[in-house]
């Protein structure tokens, strides 16, 4: 019988925001991350990936997350 692994997937998508709507949606990726770790995901194991707006919002996220595996941008 062969182990299954799963890795939960948030995805989170914005277009066009104020600098107050950008601080906003920087707590809001910290507060998703405080999720998927309330379902057991480990900073180890875990991706962070962003396009566009999102690259930036990962990038940011990425330099405050240094234990994070890695990322995509």
């Given at each position: 019988m062969h182990n299954i692994h799963y890795a939960p997937i948030l995805i989170f998508r914005?277009?066009?925001?104020?600098?107050?709507e950008h601080?906003?949606?920087?707590?809001?990726?910290?507060?998703?991350w405080k999720f998927l770790q309330s379902l057991g995901a480990t900073a180890d194991k875990t991706v962070v990936i962003g396009a566009?707006?999102?690259?930036n919002l990962s990038l940011k996220?990425?330099?405050?997350?240094?234990?994070?595996?890695?990322?995509v941008l």
């Open positions: 914005k277009t066009g925001f104020s600098d107050e601080q906003a949606s920087i707590e809001d990726l910290e507060a998703a566009s707006i999102g690259a996220f990425l330099t405050e997350h240094p234990e994070m595996s890695g990322g």
